[in-house]
């Protein structure tokens, strides 16, 4: 069973002074395959960001990476293409049938005294006319090796979202924090 | 509850045929900083970050780019600074936005930047990943050109999470 670290939502409401606001905020506990899970997002906002630094419980000085889901579907559901950088060329990929959505290179395996990062943009996640599409991108550096990525990401499901689980290569370690924001667009 | 000004402006420096420029006393009050500059160039070269006046070989990155006619990748290992890996346009304001992750953490400084320089004709569009090897709070940033000078504006955004 795996468990799970929630970073839901408490508390209800309340005028927002602003069109960019936090919702919620985790970091990793250092467990092997414990799940991140923002839930109980509101449909109140147009767009939301995820924003991340990562480094994997697993062992090695490698280049590690994270992968999302919506609303627990662990179905053959999601699509990625891919765009990126090794320092020494440019690269281009696709899948789909996928059961996740893979954030490549944000994170490093333990060994690494860096982390990756990553900036997630979810958009009309609350529509229910819509799949969903991401943008991400994401990069680590290693001082000698490391990716930088952009990719694109789609559920396909028009149900709005109301859960996000960051599932780990490994697990979280304490270096990981990743914060969810939720944007507004104009009245 | 979720949080009031989440994303809030905390300096801008307008740049009149300037060749540096430093953001300083960083508060460590946000989750991540943003830096976007959008000017002109006297010569069309390119310009760096560099943290807390560290001018040692602290620094490295990897770039992704396009250039309109070809996609490729680059790295600089030990660098004095982080590259934006971009020229800037002389006649048309080019765009950088750069996301300073976690700058008031423990760990090594990882930034994530994006370029947008079109030329009409020429150009430059990247993603880049830098690294600072320091774990200590970013305070100031510091940009400068390697040649010429810079017209437009530099501002600074701090990034609050729950």
């Known amino acids: 069973m795996i468990g799970a670290l929630v970073a839901g939502i408490t508390g209800s409401g309340g005028a927002s002074l602003s069109s960019y606001e936090s919702i919620a905020s985790a970091t990793g506990t250092g467990t ?13 906002y147009t767009h939301l960001q995820i924003r991340a630094i990562n480094r994997d419980t697993l062992g090695g000085t490698g280049t590690s990476l994270f992968y999302v889901r919506f609303n ?26 996928q059961s996740f959505i893979e954030i490549f290179g944000s994170s490093f395996y333990s060994g690494s005294t860096n982390v990756g990062a ?13 799949n ?3 943008r991400n991108f994401s990069g680590n550096d290693n001082n000698g090796s490391g990716f930088v ?4 990401g789609l559920w396909l499901n028009t149900a709005a979202i109301t859960s996000i689980t960051l599932v780990p290569e490994q697990g979280f370690g304490t270096a990981t924090q990743f914060a969810l924001y939720g944007i507004k667009a104009a009245a | 509850m979720p949080a009031g000004a989440t ?3 905390i300096a801008t420096t307008t740049l009149s045929g300037a060749s540096t420029w430093t953001f300083s006393s960083i ?3 946000y989750t991540d900083l943003i830096a976007i500059v959008v000017v002109t160039s006297t010569t069309g070269n390119s310009f760096h970050w560099r943290f807390n006046g560290d001018t040692g070989n602290s620094y490295s990155y990897t770039v992704l780019e396009g250039n309109g006619s070809a996609a490729s990748s680059a790295r600089s290992s030990s660098d004095t600074n982080i590259n934006i890996y971009s020229g800037v346009g002389t006649a048309n304001p080019s765009m ?13 400084k990882t930034v994530l930047s994006e370029a947008a320089n079109d030329k009409n004709g020429t150009g430059i569009v990247n993603r880049l990943v830098g690294l600072w090897r320091n774990t200590s709070a970013i305070t100031s940033i510091t940009g400068t050109t390697f040649a010429g000078t810079l017209t437009g504006t530099a501002t600074l955004y701090g990034i609050k999470a729950a």
């Open chain 1, 32 to 44: 092997s395959s414990a799940n991140i899970v923002f839930s109980s997002i509101p449909a109140t």
């Open chain 1, 72 to 97: 627990g579907d662990t179905g053959s559901n999601y699509v990625r293409h891919r765009l990126w950088g090794n320092g020494t060329s440019a690269s281009s990929s696709g899948a789909v049938s």
């Open chain 1, 118 to 130: 990553s900036i997630i943009d979810v958009l009309d996640y609350a529509s229910t006319t819509k």
């Open chain 1, 132 to 134: 969903k599409t991401t």
């Open chain 1, 149 to 152: 990525n952009i990719s694109s």
């Open chain 2, 7 to 9: 994303y809030e402006p």
């Open chain 2, 27 to 29: 508060p460590g009050t």
């Open chain 2, 96 to 108: 950088f936005r750069t996301h300073f992750m976690s700058y008031s953490g423990s760990t090594n």
